[in-house]
Each structure stands twice: as C-alpha cells, then as structure tokens.
C-alpha cells in the first residue's frame, strides 16, 4: 500500500518534494497563501519587467536594487522557469494584453493625436493645429522604419554617469552692478520686445537692493537671478562663450519657496520668468503646459482679465503692468495651444481686451503720462501691442478653424456660414499687419515676420473647419513655409538666431509644410526647381542641427526630414525630367524662383561641412544614380502603387500612422537630470508635470 505524503506547507518548496527532489507545485497550499504556481507567475512576470525596463529605459540599472536571496539547496528543478527567462526578454517587446485591439481603429476626428511624449507616463493629446497631420501624412512608415536604430542610437548615447555628475553650483551675481547690467541686456532687446514681464526702471532698483543688501528681498534676488539666467543662455549661445546661465538659475531657485507666488503680481512675474527659462533653456526639464496653466490661475485669481483702471489705490504703473501681464498670459497661451494643438485656456469671451498705452517704461514713471505719437519712432511698448493684435488674429483662427467639434452649441463660438470667405477676410487682415510691423531693429522685425508667416501656415494649412484647402491656399502657405526657412536662416547666418523651444517646432512644421506643398499641389511642383528646393531643404537641416546643440531630439527630426528629403528630391526630378521631355512645363528645370540664390540662402559653407566640399551638382548626380520612383501623372500619385511603396502602406487619409518617435522629439525633449538644489522640488509637481503620489 502506497503511504500518501501530505504537503507539510513549508515555501518555497515542502520538506516531502524536498526529499523526493521533485519541483513542489503545492507551497504553502495548506497555509491557505501563495501557490508555488502563483509565486512563479510573479518571477515570470518580475522577468518581462525587467526585460521591458532594459529595452526601454536602458539607462536604469536594476541590478542596483535590493538583491534577491537564492537558497542554493534548492533542487535544480525547482528553479527550472529560469530558463524561460531569455524568451521573456525576447517577447517582452511584442507582449500584447488580452484582449487588445491589434488592428488600425477605421477614423480619428480631425486628426487627433494622442502620443507616448514621455516613458511611463499616460498618453498625450497633440491636436490638429500642431502641425499633426503633416507629420502623419509624411511620416508614416519613415518614422516606423527606422525607430528601433535611432531609439537604439539615441539610447546608447544617453548618460550613464550617476546624478552627482550633473550637479550645478549656483554662480555669484557678476563683479560688480554694471556688469550685470550689460549681461542682462539681452533679455531686454530680446525677450521684454515680446514679453514685457517686468518694468525696465523698477527691474533696475531691484538690482541695486540685491547687490548693496546683505539679505535681499526674495522676490528680488529670484527676477534678478533669473534675468540674467535667461540673458546668458541667448549671449552664450550667440558669442559661443561659456556663460552659467544654469548656475544663475540654480541661483534663483533657492529664492522660489520664499516667494508668494498667490496672490501677488511679483508672484505671477516671476512664474512667467521661470517660463521664459525653461522655453530658451531645456535644462530644467520644466513642464511649460501645466506652468502655463498655473499662471491662467494666478490671472484670473488676480483679476488681471478685468480692465481695472488708475485711482486713489492703484498707480498708473500697476495699471498698465497688470495690463501687460495679462497679455504675456494670454499670447503664450495661444502659442503653447497652437504648437502643442491644444484647447485655449484663457479665453477671449471672458476678458476686458484692452491693450496698453503705447507708453515706453520710463514714460510709465511720470505724472502726466504721454502716450505715443504716431509720428514718433516706435518703442518697444509698440512692437508688444502690435504683437498682441496678431495673437488675437491667432486666436480666432484657434476658434474657428481648429475647433475639433462643430457640432457644439451655437454660443460656444462664433457661427461662421462662409468658412472660405471667413479665410479670405483674415488672410487681408494678416496682410495689413504685415505691412504695419514696427521697424524696432532688424531683429525684432525679422522675429515678427517670422510669427506672421507661422499664422499664415496655421490659417492655409488642412484644418477641422477646412480640411480640404485649395491648391491657391496651399500655394500661398508654402510660399510662407519657404520664407520662415531663409528668415530663420538669415538670424542664424548673422549671429541673430534665438534658440527656443518654439523656433524648433517652427523651423521643423515650416520644413514639413513646404514638403507636404510639394507633394500636393501641382503648381508648386511646376513651379519649383530642384536647385532652389535643393537649397532650401539644406538650410532647414543646418538650422537644425544647430539647435540639436540645446535640444537634443532636434537631431532626430533633422535625421527624419534629411530622409524625406532624399525621397522628396528623387521624385521632383523625376517629374520635371519626364514632363520637360513631354513639353508639359514652360519654365526650364534650373529656373530658379525669386530669392533662389544659393548663396544668398542656406548654401553650406565648406566650414559648416567639416571641409568636406560638396556642390549642388553633385548632389543631383548622386540623387540621378539612385532609383527614382516611377513616372506617372501627379494627380494619381496619392492613389497609386507609389505611395503605397514610398510610405509602406495603403493611401488611406483615415489611418492613425504612429509618429510617437518623430513628436516627442518635438514636444518633449530628453534632456539629463540636473541638480537644482532642494529647493527646486518644493513638492510642486506642476512645474515638471509629474503626478503627486
């Protein structure tokens, strides 16, 4: 008779199997616990985590963790799943959840987006105002095919050096008051022309306090500080010196829990400065969406949407400050909102719309205050207000032709019965603005030419209310697109050129636009010669890959858009050779368009190239040795085997391409984890987005 052995519930394996030397599929079943199939599950998956975090966060290393104990008496058998591990690692990439949908869902409304910006964290909402459904038209498979070497490159080149290498000393204010002075006097020509945070005079007692006061006020040693943060970043970047501008912000942050940032004006400043920062600098990594709402908060909390005038408890000062304030607000809302294609926070229907006096800051001061004569040279006080008129302009382009529902209620928004004539009317208005641009210096008036042109392309470009432009539309918005390249262009060939966050996503969308004009309207394609495109596109990379130097994933839409270009090129020529043997164009393929020179716009010196000499005809006869796509009339491209061979997929406008890799590079930058000091935390995770737990 068999004696029957019962399993005496010890773990992880029972004395009886222990003996037997068999594995013990039964553990601590009498304990009324764990199963020792339950505990195998959890190594298995403890397994596919790791697996997953080695692939996608390689830069963690979990071998840091607390160590796991292994019994060594423990037969072989009962550690027999750790043979599954290397398939684990294997699979975890192509792990699917049960019950997840594999196939391509049939439409999204008005291309919305919502993409994976950041490992860990949930998706993200990009809408159609972003530029989205260029990218998604032109980068469908590029982007697919070739993710796993660029993220893999990418990943291999991130930092595996422990965090007290990147700690930044906070930099002592300058020798002596006037050298602050001048090291602060960028941020005034370039930043307060379109932002006018503080009050030039009253900024300039500030300095004094903090630099003759042994404890200065907090508020004042944090704008100071922060000032010449943002001053240094746009001098070290033009003069090529080493100027601590992190040292400076680390500075001023050991101010920031000191400050009260409800409830006060002086508060609500030094948010917007903080914003300055983080959009000239990525190096503290902040979260400019949810800093922007923290101060839509601090606004109407303020009441600074409210037109409250001068009496006998507030100054003409405070008057126009809160003025000012408020559009610093409401014209960064409107471009965060457009780039990032997202709701307008602060909206126009519950504010008093008023705009400044025309009155320079000093003026601000005196008792009678004068406003601007028309006659008289323009301030920077004028270059603000005109730049508010065109975030308005912006603003109702927002409202009409980027609302993703048109099904709302009728008092939501305006009811526009014309859309097309609605469009032709705000393309005159964004004209005459054109032509009233204040002559402030060449700087300014370049930068606004540029925000001109990027509302042009928001206008022209397929949109929720126009989705189907015209080719007369789409021609005019590549001519905008061509003309923000060579501006950018002639900024950065003059030692003029302001990296920030927006002139990324506005060098990068131009770039895509002028490619997706291309491809579409058959009078651009006529009407381009390769040379001309040829140059363009190479000043867009070189531009580029100058601010791949502070935003490191601007390399990565540069790498994507080289690509593109590549393909882009080898059809163009393919038309224009076909069809001038056809006699189909007028205009020979080296006719160049106005402003066509490559010298005069983006041609790459040999200096820039590393001394490697390269021509532009050598470049087309390396695009003529390459194959080329077959030849066949423009207008039955988009529905032919071509397309499907270039992109890796079927025409179809409906399919949700994945351009996860392409946009965060956009909209998310990587950028190493510096050292702040403690202060910098303060448990204010809506600066860096990050959730309370």
């Known amino acids: 008779m068999l004696e029957v052995l019962k399993c005496d519930g010890a773990s992880p394996v029972c004395s009886q199997c222990r003996k037997a030397g068999s594995a013990c599929i039964d553990g601590m079943k009498l304990n009324d616990k764990y199963s020792t199939a339950y505990v195998t599950s959890l190594q298995d998956r403890i397994r596919w985590l790791e697996a997953t975090l080695a692939a996608h966060c390689p830069e963690i290393d979990a071998r840091s963790g607390p160590r796991i104990n292994h019994d060594n008496s423990f037969p072989e058998g009962e550690r027999s799943s750790i ?7 294997h699979s975890a990439q192509g792990f699917v959840p049960p019950g997840a949908d594999t196939t391509q869902p049939e439409r999204l409304a008005h291309e919305i987006g919502l993409l994976s910006v950041t490992a860990g964290q949930d998706l993200r909402y990009v ?8 990218a998604k038209l032109l980068f469908a498979s590029i982007g697919r095919r070739h993710t796993n070497r660029r993220q893999n490159g990418y990943a291999q080149a991130k930092p595996t050096l422990a965090s007290e290498a990147f700690q930044v000393a906070p930099t002592p204010l300058p020798s002596t008051l006037e050298n602050a002075v001048q090291l602060s006097q960028a941020y005034w020509d370039i930043i307060h022309c379109q932002y006018p945070i503080l009050h030039q005079p009253s900024h300039a007692k500030l300095m004094s306090h903090v630099f003759f006061t042994e404890c200065p006020s907090p508020i004042a040693a944090f704008q100071v500080f922060m000032v010449l943060a943002i001053s240094t970043t746009i001098l070290s970047r033009r003069l090529k010196l080493p100027l601590s501008a992190e040292g400076y912000c680390v500075a001023a942050m050991n101010y920031f829990d000191k400050i009260p940032i409800e409830g006060s004006l002086e508060g609500l400043q030094c948010l917007l400065l903080l914003q300055m920062y983080g959009m000239n600098n990525p190096s503290m990594g902040l979260n400019l969406f949810y800093l922007n709402y923290q101060c839509i908060a601090s606004v109407l909390d303020l009441g600074l949407q409210r037109d409250v005038r001068a009496g006998r408890n507030l100054s003409f000062l405070t008057q126009e400050m809160r003025t000012r304030v408020f559009w610093v607000v409401y014209s960064l809302d409107r471009s965060l909102g457009t780039i990032m294609g997202r709701p307008i926070g602060l909206r126009d229907e519950a504010c ?10 000093d003026g601000l001061l005196a008792q009678y205050p004068i406003p601007r004569s028309e006659s008289s040279p323009p301030t920077s006080t004028t270059n603000t207000i005109h730049l508010i008129k065109l975030a308005q302009l912006n603003s109702e382009i927002k409202y ?48 606004s030419k540029i925000k001109y042109h990027e509302v042009v392309m928001l206008l022209l470009r397929p949109s929720p209310a126009i989705p189907n432009p015209s080719h007369e539309s789409l021609y005019l918005c590549n001519e905008s697109a061509i003309t923000t390249i060579r501006t950018f262009d002639q900024l950065y060939r003059g030692d003029l050129l302001v990296f920030t966050w927006q002139t990324l996503h506005s060098i990068f969308l131009a770039t895509v636009t002028m490619l997706y004009c291309t491809w579409s309207v058959p009078s651009v394609t006529r009407d381009t010669s390769v040379e001309t495109l040829m140059t363009d596109l190479n000043t867009s990379s070189i531009v580029l890959s100058a601010l791949a130097e502070h935003f490191v994933d601007a390399r990565r839409g540069r790498d994507i858009l080289d690509e593109l270009s590549s393909v882009t090129l080898r059809w163009i020529m393919e038309k224009h050779g076909k069809s001038a043997s056809n006699g189909q164009f007028s205009q020979p393929l080296a006719t160049a368009k106005e402003n066509s020179d490559p010298h005069k716009y983006g041609a790459e010196s040999e200096q820039e190239k590393g001394g490697q000499h390269s021509t532009i005809e050598a ?21 032919s085997e071509s397309w499907e061979s270039l992109f890796g997929m079927p025409n179809d406008s409906g399919l949700p391409f994945q351009i996860d890799t392409i946009m965060q590079g956009v909209f998310n930058d990587f950028q190493p984890d510096f050292e702040f000091g403690q202060s910098l935390a303060l448990d204010n995770n809506m600066l860096t987005g990050k959730p309370v737990l």
Do not use: C, M
């Not at 043979?83 to 690692?89: I, K, N, T, V």
């Open 83 to 89: 043979a599954l591990s290397g398939e684990a690692q």
């Open 127 to 134: 809408g159609p105002s972003s530029g989205y459904s260029f």
């Open 352 to 361: 008093d719309l008023r705009l400044p006096v025309d009155i320079d800051d």
């Open 400 to 447: 009409i032709a980027n609302s993703i529902s048109r099904s709302t209620p009728v008092y939501t928004y305006p009811q526009i019965p014309d859309v097309l004539q609605w469009q032709t009317d705000i393309l005159s208005r964004l004209r005459r603005w054109a032509a009233e641009i204040p002559q402030l210096s060449q700087t300014q008036t370049k930068l």
């Open 619 to 639: 470049e087309i006869a390396q695009f003529n040795s390459e194959p080329s796509l077959p030849p066949q009339p423009f207008d039955d491209f988009f529905t």
